[in-house]
Every structure is written in structure tokens, then in C-alpha cells.
């Protein structure tokens, strides 16, 4: 089992503000890195992926990933209510495990307005 | 079209029964998986089938038995129910391996109660 560590929380925001959610992991040969939404009662769905080193942006979510430091990130620009959930870092080791996905404990967000 | 769907979404039952959930995709992914999520959210793979091949069968109790008819099908069977199975199970699929971008669609959970 990798280790996929994230910060519990729960961390809460001021509607319009920056969210930043962190994840490190053990494995050094992981290739692969995801960030999931899960709201409450329902499934994860993804939100972002990220294979190599440095910033990758799709609209108001950033991840960023450091493979030396083995941290990902997760930056939510202008925080809205509806981005309230928690949100589940994951990795993939790649490799002769390809398909195992290995999930943090997750990271529960609040925007109040 | 509902992606990977999975019946039912509850499942309440007493210890020692056997019971069925089961998944289909419509996505023409190859490879299909199966999670536990328990009470504190963690969220951890138990098998995973490509083109109908087990492939992935993460230490659990072999009361749980996978079986995948084609490749858009996967149904996860339970035997003689514990109290401690109780927990919400996902089905998701992905295209398959090689491809270390995979990416993987969850179902909408089967909430399984066990009492």
C-alpha cells in the first residue's frame, strides 16, 4: 500500500479565496497524480491530473506537482460555495501496477460565503 | 447516458448473508475496478479485471469474489457478510493499461449496511 498523506481538516474559506490543499506521498516511482472531488454522498469525480514536474491550470483549479520534494498541490482560485467537498488526492505507481490508484485520506473544504 | 452505473445504490442485510452488487459501463473501457470507501472516507482498491482477466486483487478476505462476464460488466459477490464490510463500494473503469495517463470513472456507490 503507498502511503498518500493529505491534511484532514477541515480547512475552510471566505467565498473568493484561494484554497490550497496539500499531498505528499512515499513513492518515489509514481507517476501519476490526481485530484478527485467527492461531495458528500456521492462518487469521486475527477478534477484535475498531473504527470509531470511544475504547474498545470484548467480554469480556476491549478495543481502543481514537485517529484523531488514527492508533493502535489492543489490551488482553488476564487473559492465558490459549490466547491465545498472533499477532495481526494491520488497517485498512480505506473509500471507493473498500473491501475492501482492509492487515495489520501482525503481533504474536506468549506467556502462559507 | 449514465457512464458506469451500479445496482443497487443501498443494501441492507443481516450478518452471514450473501449478496450481489453490480456494475456496467457504457464507456467502452476495458479495465474495471472495484473500491471500499469505509466511515472515515478512505477510499481503497480491492480488484480490478481488464478485458475480463483479474488482474489486481488487493489482500481481501476471499469471501469477496469478482467476476466479470465481458468487459462492460463487473459484480462483486459477498459471502457470509460481516458487520465490518458495512461500507460504500465503487465501481470505476478506465481504459486499461498501458497508458500511465489513465484515468478512471467512478460509479455512483452501493451503500452496503450490514447489521
Known amino acids: 500500500q503507498k502511503e498518500v498523506e493529505q491534511n484532514s481538516g477541515p480547512l475552510s474559506v471566505p467565498e473568493g479565496a484561494i484554497a490550497s490543499l496539500n499531498c505528499t506521498y512515499s513513492d518515489r516511482v509514481s507517476q501519476s497524480f490526481f485530484w478527485y472531488r467527492q461531495y458528500s454522498g456521492k462518487s469521486p469525480e475527477l478534477i484535475m491530473s498531473i504527470y509531470s514536474n511544475g504547474d498545470k491550470e484548467d480554469g480556476r483549479f491549478t495543481a502543481q506537482l514537485n517529484k523531488a520534494s514527492q508533493y502535489v498541490s492543489l490551488l482553488i482560485r476564487d473559492s465558490q460555495p459549490s466547491d465545498s467537498a472533499t477532495y481526494l488526492c491520488a497517485l498512480s505507481p505506473g509500471g507493473s501496477t498500473l491501475g492501482r490508484l492509492y487515495f489520501g485520506r482525503g481533504t474536506q473544504l468549506t467556502v462559507w460565503p | 447516458d449514465t457512464a458506469v452505473s451500479q445496482t443497487p445504490k443501498y443494501l441492507v442485510t443481516q450478518m452471514g448473508n450473501d449478496k450481489s452488487i453490480k456494475c456496467e459501463q457504457n464507456?467502452?473501457?476495458?479495465?474495471m475496478y472495484w473500491y471500499k470507501q469505509d466511515s472515515k472516507k478512505f477510499l481503497k482498491i480491492m480488484f480490478s479485471?481488464?478485458?475480463?482477466?483479474?488482474?489486481i486483487n488487493e489482500t481481501v478476505p476471499n469471501r469477496f469474489s469478482p467476476k466479470s462476464p465481458d468487459k462492460a460488466h463487473l459484480n462483486l459477490h459477498i459471502n457470509s457478510l460481516e458487520l465490518g464490510d458495512s461500507a460504500v463500494y465503487f465501481c470505476a473503469s478506465s481504459q486499461g493499461a498501458p497508458r500511465y495517463t489513465d484515468t478512471q470513472y467512478f460509479g455512483p456507490g452501493t451503500r452496503l449496511t450490514v447489521l
Open positions: 479485471y481488464n478485458n475480463k482477466e483479474l488482474i
Open positions: 464507456l467502452g473501457h476495458d479495465t
